[in-house]
């Protein structure tokens, strides 16, 4: 069973950092590719980034490319997501997800809303405050 857990989230003040985590068990970490998607009061979930653990590339929305920085450590199956320059924008709850990896897949289409998910996290809040 999939099983993801994000931890990290809170409130910051505009310009700053925070780094979230996803802790992922019950499947081959390698086998699949993790995302990170966020969803904000009033607006569509978005896919924010994601990363195909087994050959490390990436995708970034435009709206977080340059600030966000999304990496694996396979050793302990977790996925990490750095966020600099927060703005008031980036509020939201963030959430991570794992969908199956397909040889050649680009990044971007993990990150879509329509290609299978096998598994979420509950969510952590992300409040960036201007």
């Known amino acids: 069973e999939v099983q993801l857990v994000e931890s990290g989230g809170g409130l910051v003040q505009a310009g700053g950092s925070l780094r979230l985590s996803c802790a992922s068990s019950?499947?081959?970490?390698?086998?699949?590719?993790i995302g990170w998607f966020r969803h904000a009061p009033g607006k569509e979930r978005e896919g924010v980034s994601c990363?195909?653990?087994?050959?490390?590339?990436?995708y970034y929305a435009d709206s977080v490319k340059g600030r966000f920085t999304i990496s694996s450590d396979n050793a302990k199956n977790t996925v990490y997501l750095q966020m600099s320059s927060l703005k008031s924008a980036d509020t939201a709850v963030y959430y991570c997800a794992a969908a199956p990896r397909i040889i050649g897949t680009p990044a971007q289409i993990y990150c879509s809303g329509v290609y299978r998910k096998d598994g979420w996290g509950q969510g952590t809040q992300v409040t960036v405050s201007s």
């Open positions: 990363i195909s653990v087994r050959d490390g590339t990436t």
């Open positions: 019950g499947f081959s970490f390698d086998d699949y590719a």
